[in-house]
């Protein structure tokens, strides 16, 4: 049994403590893939704590036939595709992103090309379907295998794979129109 394992049987006996350690974990990944998905800080930090609050209530269910990551993951992106849809039935907007990585202090102008770009790549991204865009940011920002990203978001490793494939397409079009 791997450390996570052992940490939520503990979890799952009423510790708290054991629980709170997955929590500071995952807590990072959790709120930068409800963020890329929502493009809101607000809406990315509700989602990341509600996906906590979510799997500390149905730890019970958590059997272990996956990784524990992954059975977050798939709360997390059940959640951020939710809130998605009731803004798009609301007529509710998302704000652009705001946060920034950590990291070195480029110069101004490639801050303002990069911004730019990512902007521009966040833009393209959503637009694109909900299974080709989870699967885009589950492989590119969180770089996870096909695999395990095929039990996030509930398709085959292949399926992945395509999603994956059009989806890249898709952004190429959308992003590079003339080529």
């Known amino acids: 049994m791997d450390e996570d394992g052992r940490t939520i049987e503990r979890a799952k006996a009423g510790d708290a403590h054991a629980f709170d350690s997955i929590v500071q974990k995952y807590q990072r990944q959790i709120y930068f893939l409800a963020l890329k998905m929502l493009k809101n800080q607000e809406d990315a930090e509700e989602v990341a704590q509600q996906a906590f609050v979510n799997a500390w209530n149905k730890l019970d269910t958590f059997r272990g036939g996956s990784a524990f990551r992954t059975w977050l993951y798939r709360i997390a992106l059940n959640l ?14 998302a704000a652009e992103l705001a946060a920034e990585q950590p990291g070195e202090s480029p110069g101004p102008l490639d801050r ?12 393209a991204c959503s637009t694109l379907g909900d299974k080709q865009r989870q699967v885009v940011l589950l492989r590119i920002v969180h770089e996870l295998p096909y695999s395990e990203i095929g039990e996030i978001v509930g398709c085959s490793e292949q399926t992945a794979k395509v999603h994956f494939h059009y989806g890249v397409d898709n952004l190429r079009k959308r992003m590079m129109p003339n080529e």
Do not use: M, V, Y
């Open 112 to 123: 303002l090309i990069r911004d730019e770009s990512k902007r521009e790549a966040l833009a």
């Open 80 to 93: 951020a595709t939710s809130l998605l849809r009731k803004k798009a039935r609301t007529g509710g907007d």
